[in-house]
């Protein structure tokens, strides 16, 4: 296996718009972020992420970009940008762009002239089809519900948008378009930074018949998934992107990418494939949809979790490379989702982070997980600010699909405002995020959970995800070694070894508020044990032979 940095780092996420605002306008902002550069330094990661920061309408909150090289009012200048990379690149640490080319806002120059007429230069840009016996070119259902066909009556046609109707879908078939994006992303990379997030990469080259897509029971539209999702030219559009811009930068690339299964994951991030380093996949964060998607909200057994993460450390464990995430801007919080937010949510919040970070990949923080912020209720669906929340909630209550309450109840499980409500730096009010009125309200619990109080407490869960982090950089095996799951059929604990030549791994985690006992199977050869993080105080020279786990208690050994 190939050892190279980005395999060893740790990467922050940022979601800039709920991270720090610095001028007191509610809204968080790029001179906040970099007037928190220490804190992420303090925590020892190696790599911000950042969500969109160009210019927007923010219809999807700067995943509708309507100029990729300019940013947005809300969040500063092009000087403040630089200053933060600046401020990132002096403390070490790499900052990784949120690229989104599968589609743009429909405020974008191009889009403009595309839609202008149907001979205008850029028409092809952008997707645009007639319509089929008078109605949409083919069934397919818009993420944020809705079909994926807005019919423009200027052109007498319909475009493509696989999410809103403000993000209308790049034409990837186009060369001179891909040779704009192409010489887009040399400039920022000219600029300094160091990779990119792409954002729904694997939905980029469609199968340009459009057919219908089926439909389930009860449902108005098509499932075009098959059509788009790791379309027929994918890698040839990734291996192009990779000679024309990435082989010329010492970059760090992942792939966001729903629907992905280990064995497509290796064509995208093989080490001969020259695409991509990682993607990510979403079977684990699927765990509990149903008819309605994730808004059924259904349960989700520890064994589901176990099978799902160890078909992707066994899969990419000879080629390939794995993201390790349990949070981002469209995930709920995880130390309520797989943990207990309440009276065990500093132990589970521990607990889940330990069973992450063992794991072979890059591990990815969403802001906030490191001090265990929890998932918010708010009384009223006017709280809400996503448009995927907000449209879901008004079609499936309007068409009986679900009540009103229970699709709150799916909101407070699900929805993706979960993650963005303002990062809680202290117990003032808003929790220190801004002087004036945040665009989302706050975690009410910002009193409880915020930074300050966090970097009081030396036990607290931002201490222990610096230490795992410092682990990673002090055991090759944490990054490099083999991944084998114990006790398979336990619906309690999730236990692993990680082996890396002679250095052996122990990893054990209760995953309930049940005390439970841990017995090592058998085969596993071993001298001595030294504990290398737990999240309970234990005594020294603790068997292993058998463990009474208490509630959602995490340890790892290392076997010698
Ligand atoms: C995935 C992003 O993570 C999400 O926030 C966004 O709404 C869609 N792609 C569309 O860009």
Known sequence: ?????????????????????????????????????????????DVIWLSPVFKSPNDD?????????????????????????????????????????????????????????????????????????????????????????????????????????????????????????????????????????MDVINFISKDTDYPDGKVAEGKKYGDGSPYFMNGPRIHEFLQEMNK????????????????????????????????????????????????????????????????VMTRWQKGLEEDGWNSLYWNNHDQPRVVSRFGNDKEYRVESAKMLATCLHMMQGTPYIYQGEEIGMTNVQFDSIDQYRDIETLNAFKELTSENRMSEEEMMASIYARGRD???????????EHGGFTEGTPWIEVNPNYKEINVEKALGDQESIFYYYQKLIKLRKENKAIVYGNYDLLLEDDEQIYAYTRTLGEEKLLIICNFTKDSTLFTLPS??????????????????????????????????????
């Open 1 to 45: 296996m190939n050892q190279t940095w980005w395999k060893e780092s740790v990467v922050y996420q940022i979601y800039p718009r709920s991270f720090m605002d610095s001028n007191g306008d509610g809204i968080g902002d790029i001179k906040g972020i970099t007037s928190r550069m220490d804190y992420l330094k303090e925590l020892g990661i």
């Open 244 to 307: 024309e811009v990435l082989s010329k930068y010492d970059t760090i690339t992942v792939g966001e990418a729903p629907g992905v299964t280990p064995e497509e994951a290796k064509l995208y991030t093989g080490s001969d494939r020259n695409e991509l380093h990682m993607v990510f996949q979403f079977e684990h964060m699927g765990l509990g949809d149903g008819p309605e998607g994730k808004w059924s909200n259904l349960s989700w057994k520890l064994t589901d979790l176990k099978k």
């Open 523 to 560: 085969g596993i050869e071993y001298n001595s044990s030294e504990l290398l993080i737990s999240n309970y105080a234990i005594g020294e020279g603790t068997s292993i032979d058998s463990i009474e786990m208490k509630p959602f208690e995490a340890r790892v050994y290392k076997l010698n």
């Open 61 to 197: 909150n700067g995943y509708d970009i309507s100029d990729y090289q300019k940013i947005m009012d809300d969040f500063g200048t092009m000087e403040d940008f630089d200053e933060m990379l600046d401020a990132a690149h002096q403390r070490g640490i790499k900052l990784m762009m949120d690229l989104v080319v599968n589609h743009s806002s429909d405020e974008h120059q191009w889009f403009i002239e595309s839609k202008s007429s149907k001979d205008n230069e850029k028409r092809d840009w952008y997707i645009w089809k007639p319509g089929k016996d008078g109605k949409e070119p083919s069934n397919w259902e818009a993420a944020f519900k809705g079909s994926v066909w807005e019919y423009d009556e200027g052109t007498d046609e319909y475009y493509l948008h696989l999410f809103s109707k403000k993000q209308p879908d790049l034409n990837w078939e186009n060369p001179r378009l891909r040779k704009e994006i192409y010489k887009m992303m040399n400039w920022w990379l000219e600029k300094g930074i160091d990779g990119f997030r």
């Open 418 to 428: 979960n993650a963005r409500t303002p990062m809680q730096w202290n117990a003032e």
